[in-house]
T-cell receptor, first 114, second 112 residues
């Protein structure tokens, strides 16, 4: 069974640009969550999608947005990039949106903003 | 706002030693999970604990959930270099908005 796939693995952008990251969940998983990981803040929850609907949202500005398609694949978009957006962006899929449903993570997209 | 504190932040030990990592919160967990993350990879689930006082073993790793469900510990016996990585606890809380809140992690290095 293929794991969670995130593309691209690495990305370098300049301030003010926008970026779109992609996540393909494990087959059959309908929930996709996104996290930002930085050395100073650790893993911070961005948002969760289930059946194409945003279920939960973390404390990030509106520049961060996402969506989920009917095949459960998800994209995350960051507009007007800032230096502080440099981070590892992790996507995780799970079977359902329940509290005990374990998360299966991809290997992330490392975004560097210069 | 629920917060998860992990301690210690960093740990460097010799192969064969034992260690314990802690995860604490001021709020009651609905459930708690432990993950391990290696460089260049995403976190990988180790265990899920749900019931207060629960103890789970995974080879040389022992996970304990506090009776009050506000804390958890991970104990590694006879650590090996392959145990090196970032250990993360993640909790869900009753009435919480977020699906999972992650601790800041414990970075473990086991020296051969």
């Amino acid at each position: 069974k293929a794991g969670v796939t995130q593309t691209p693995r690495y990305l370098i952008k300049t301030r003010g640009q926008q970026v779109t990251l992609s996540c393909s969940p494990i087959s059959g998983h309908r929930s996709v969550s996104w996290y930002q990981q930085t050395p100073g803040q650790g893993l911070q929850f961005l948002f969760e999608y289930f059946s194409e609907t945003q279920r939960n949202k973390g404390n990030f500005p509106g520049r961060f947005s996402g969506r989920q398609f009917s095949n459960s694949r998800s994209e995350m978009n960051v507009s007007t990039l800032e230096l502080g957006d440099s981070a590892l962006y992790l996507c995780a899929s799970s079977l359902s949106s329940g509290n005990n449903s374990p998360l299966h993570f991809g290997n992330g997209t490392r975004l560097t903003v210069t | 706002t629920q917060l998860l504190e992990q301690s210690p932040q960093f740990l460097s030990i010799q192969e064969g030693e034992n260690l314990t990592v802690y995860c604490n919160s001021s709020s009651v967990f609905s459930s708690l999970q432990w993950y391990r993350q290696e460089p260049g990879e995403g976190p990988v689930l180790l265990v899920t604990v749900v019931t207060g006082g629960e103890v789970k073993k995974l080879k040389r790793l022992t996970f304990q959930f506090g009776d009050a469900r506000k804390d958890s510990s991970l104990h590694i016996t006879a650590a090996q270099p392959g145990d090196t990585g970032l250990y993360l606890c993640a909790g869900t809380f009753r009435g919480g908005t977020y699906k999972y809140i992650f601790g800041t992690g414990t970075r473990l290095k086991v020296l051969a």
